[in-house]
């Protein structure tokens, strides 16, 4: 008599662990970051809201960051065009968020970062408002989702709020020379308050996909 076997694939897990963080950009792009946040960074922004990332930016995910109807919210004028961008460079974005009721002059702070790409000086950079709806998790604010959505199909010009209020963070797209990179890359951040931030990450023909991240599920 012939016996069946029934075979059982298990898929590792930590393979779907991919977080839709708002349109164009998702959790596999992250930048590594190799130091913990600085205290006297969380002070002046505000310790509960204070939160800072970096990402890769594919020149086609570039193309739906720059449609995203949060951009025009907060932001005069159409301050992102995609022919502002060269797909040839090297682009990537960093953002940061602070307490959007504690006085900052955050339009002065924006103006003193500085950043480098393995030593190398950026070509330009775009800095703009974004907001999130948020959670509080532990005492601290974490971010949800993008303050506005668009509606699903058929309604897809109406838009959504997903909060009653909303966290605000702070947008910069950094666009280096292509010679700037390398295959081991160390994005460096220097703050207004002469404190030194890095985000590291690999590059072989294309970027290597960040690989650390926490099982998450969960469309953000």
Request: hydrophobic share 35%; with cysteine.
């Amino acid at each position: 008599m012939n016996k069946k076997y029934c075979i059982f694939v298990i898929l590792p897990l930590f393979g779907c662990a991919l977080t839709l963080i708002s349109p164009g950009l998702n959790s596999n792009y992250r930048l590594n970051k190799t130091a913990s946040i600085r205290f006297q960074e969380a002070a002046f922004y505000g310790s509960k809201f204070y939160d800072q990332s970096a990402f890769f930016l594919k020149f086609e995910n570039l193309k739906e960051i720059i449609k995203d109807p949060n951009n025009a919210t907060f932001n005069k004028g159409d301050i992102l065009k995609i022919d502002q961008f060269n797909p040839k460079n090297v682009n990537l974005l960093y953002e940061f968020c602070f307490d959007k009721d504690k006085d900052i002059d955050i339009f002065e702070d924006i103006k003193y970062y500085q950043f480098k790409l393995n030593d190398n000086p950026p070509l330009s950079i775009v800095s703009y408002f974004y907001p999130y709806s948020y959670f509080y998790r532990g005492g601290f604010v974490r971010k949800n989702r993008p303050y506005y959505i668009n509606d699903i199909h058929p309604y897809n010009q109406d838009i959504l709020k997903t909060g009653n209020d909303f966290q605000m963070c702070v947008r910069n797209i950094i666009s280096f020379s292509p010679s700037s990179q390398k295959n081991k890359n160390n994005l460096e951040i220097l703050t207004p308050r002469n404190l030194t931030i890095n985000f590291i990450y690999d590059f072989d023909k294309n970027f290597v996909l960040y690989k650390n991240e926490e099982m998450e599920f969960s469309a953000k």
